[in-house]
């Protein structure tokens, strides 16, 4: 039902909290409708999901404002249905940040315990195992048992932090591994935390849930610089977004690099040089945290092209800032959205579509949502790291 | 029609490894997440449900600390009207029993209908201070109920027993229910509500303030803690026919389908 809006609805004091909470760019907005058709919902046919409405909706205070209870869980799915992709936000003519908007709205609806319940859930297993996975800590360096994976010391030259899914998820481990392995194949000084490690919070804090993200990010600054931590090196394009852009206003003093601009920099030295051919067609899947939000396009692709036999194809179109999202980010990981309203179902079509053998990615969240997602489709088509594949070529 | 719903702020153990602190008789919590207990959530979304077919009231009554009224302001969000805090820092280590009749000292001067609690906190689990306070309050009650209906004086509800069995019961009212989870679906709350939450007065009701304040106590918490693991394998040997006989008698018997 088409919402009637009459003066009395509008609320000028929800607006005004919801622009403390970080919705300032509401008044820029000026309704021509460009988000809503690069957003990843509006490729997923069954979904109306009007990004444009979100600024005017918030300058009117109507956000999450039904008094009936079923609207109301309607319009808060679609607060939650943003998987913080930016896609809006570098189409927007004036650079809107739409994902910030609704993490405004979030940020009131977590303190109120009116969020999903399987994000809830995922928030309480962060705060209370430092993970969501709630895996206990003793078992976060399992995987590095059979490689003599050091424990960070001070004086080594980079910290190693491979994010929840690889420390715990049996087939991401395999990431964490192979990272360890080339690094040691190459001499590079480094450690890990070990049980010490806890998540670094970046979804947690795109689901609303800030006091959680506040409380995960000091703990690991503590302990970095504790341990005299100078550089990190990560697997994650989410915790290498955090680390860099959002710790340091929390006091954090250490460098970050995704693990592929660390690689693809020994690469262009001359120092890695992969001699194992590797023939098959590999298509790259821009994860949008790294690419979009920070602009690291070309270094993982450059550590697939030095491979020798590796065929390097790219989704036409929807490549590099116009990639589209997996549908893991701000949350999306964890929700559990009907089978044909999945935005990582467009977009593995689009990376199958190119007859590629193996889709390599440069994030354990793609992986891991691909890979679900795959389960089902009963393909021959194989989601690699970025990482796995260079390891297999050396 | 006016409802009391009694809630309680619990530590979330689901997803956490629960260790005993150093008095042997609680948990650590600092590290823990809390929330409504989860059955209470259900009461309170039965209260909201009944306001929107009668109007009328809804109090959420909590014994608990300070950070109980984090959880009370989340109650008005989501339904309630008023909002009543008793001091749990003013009494030592409280039993099931001094719990209702704390409660029952401070319901007793309150107008209602309809009283809800959970049916069970995830904490201590004792399952009793629904029923003790009805009891103490000597009105009708009935515990686990999975459906829930009423007219202005009367209640139709249902309740869970063992085995799968369903009572039916029409209860006079001013009666007390204690709600299992899933009657219902628990509601969001909208944020003009979390707005109007955030200003509402919570009325805190101190030890001195009570009518009474003797609460005779029936237990003493002895020790908590972690229970041994015990292992127990049995083989069912036999064709493949008869051991799954076998298998289908042991499942029968423990009730567990
Ligand atoms: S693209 Fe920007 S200006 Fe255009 S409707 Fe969307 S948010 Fe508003
Ligand atoms: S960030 Fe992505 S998912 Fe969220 S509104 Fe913008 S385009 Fe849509």
């Known amino acids: 039902m088409a919402k009637k809006i009459i003066n009395e609805d509008i609320n000028d004091e929800i607006r005004e909290v919801l622009i403390e909470e970080g919705a300032e760019d509401i008044y820029k907005c000026y309704q021509c409708g460009k988000c809503t058709s690069i957003c990843p919902w509006f490729q997923v046919d069954m979904y109306n999901f009007p990004v444009y409405r979100f600024s005017l909706e918030t300058s009117m205070g109507m956000v999450a404002s039904s008094e009936d209870k079923d609207e109301l869980a309607a319009e808060i799915d679609k607060i939650y249905r943003c998987v913080g992709c930016d896609a809006c936000v570098t189409q927007c003519p004036h650079g809107i940040d739409t994902p910030s908007i609704l993490r405004a709205a979030r940020r009131l609806l977590v303190d109120f315990g009116s969020y999903p319940e399987t994000l809830k859930s995922t928030a309480q297993k962060i705060k209370n195992v430092g993970n969501p996975l709630g895996e206990p800590a003793e078992k976060r360096a399992d995987w590095a048992i059979d490689l003599n994976v050091p424990k960070f010391q001070e004086g080594m030259d980079h910290l190693y932090f491979p994010c929840c899914l690889p420390a715990y998820d049996s087939r991401i481990q395999n990431v964490a591994k192979a990272t360890a392995k080339i690094l040691q194949q190459y001499d590079i000084s480094f450690g890990i935390l070990g049980e010490k490690e806890r998540c670094c919070g970046e979804a947690i804090r795109k689901v609303g849930a800030e006091k959680v993200f506040t409380e995960v990010c000091k703990t690991n600054i503590k302990e970095f610089s504790g341990s005299g931590v100078k550089n990190v090196l990560v697997s994650s394009p989410h915790c290498f977004t955090t680390f860099k852009n959002e710790y340091p206003e929390f006091g954090a003093d250490f460098e970050t690099l995704h693990i592929t601009q660390f690689l693809s920099k020994l690469i262009d030295e001359g120092t890695i040089k992969p001699s194992k051919e590797f023939n098959k067609k590999v298509v790259y899947h821009d994860p949008c945290t790294l690419g979009r939000k920070n602009g690291v396009y070309e270094e993982p692709r450059n550590c697939l092209k030095c491979i020798p036999g590796l065929e390097l194809l790219e989704v036409e179109e929807f490549n590099r800032n ?73 | 029609m006016d409802i009391i719903v009694c809630i309680k702020r619990v530590p979330q153990t689901a997803e956490a490894e629960v260790k005993i602190d150093s008095t042997g008789k609680d948990i650590e919590k600092d590290r823990l997440t809390f929330d409504m207990n989860e059955s209470d959530t259900y009461a309170l979304e039965e209260a909201a449900l009944m306001k929107e077919k009668f109007g009328g009231e809804i109090t959420v009554i909590s014994l608990g600390d300070e950070d109980a009224e984090e959880t009370l302001r989340i109650a008005l969000a989501k339904g309630a009207d008023n909002a009543i805090r008793i001091k749990a820092e003013d009494f030592d280590e409280l039993d099931a029993f001094q719990t209702s009749q704390i409660l029952k000292s401070v319901i007793k001067d309150l107008s209602y209908d309809i009283i809800f609690t959970g049916c069970i906190s995830t904490d201590d689990a004792y399952s009793q201070i629904g029923l003790t306070l009805a009891e103490l309050l000597e009105i009708p009650h ?72 003797e609460f005779i106590s029936n237990s003493t918490l002895e020790k908590l803690y972690v229970p041994p693991i015990s292992k127990q394998v049995e083989i069912l040997d036999g064709t493949a026919a008869e051991s799954s006989a076998k298998l289908a008698g042991i499942i029968k018997d423990k009730g567990l389908l």
Request: hydrophobic share 45%; glycine share 6%.
């Open chain 1, 322 to 394: 116009l990639s589209v999202c997996c549908g893991a980010g701000s949350g999306g990981l964890w929700m559990e959205w009907e089978k044909n309203e999945r935005i990582a179902d467009v977009r593995l079509k689009q990376l199958i579509d190119t007859g590629a053998d193996i889709i390599a990615v440069a994030c354990p969240y793609c992986l891991q949502m691909f890979e679900e997602t795959l389960k089902s489709m009963n393909l021959e088509i194989q989601v690699l790291d970025v990482t796995e594949i260079l390891y297999e070529s050396l």
């Open chain 2, 142 to 213: 009935a515990a686990l109920v999975i459906d829930f209906d009423a007219n202005e004086d009367r209640a139709d509800v249902q309740r869970e027993l063992e085995g799968g069995l369903i009572e039916h019961l029409d209860v006079a009212l001013p009666a007390l229910f204690t709600i299992q989870t899933g009657i219902n679906e628990p509601r969001y709350a909208s944020l003009i509500a979390i707005r109007r939450a955030a200003k509402k007065e919570i009325q805190v009701i101190g030890k001195d303030e009570l009518a009474q304040s």
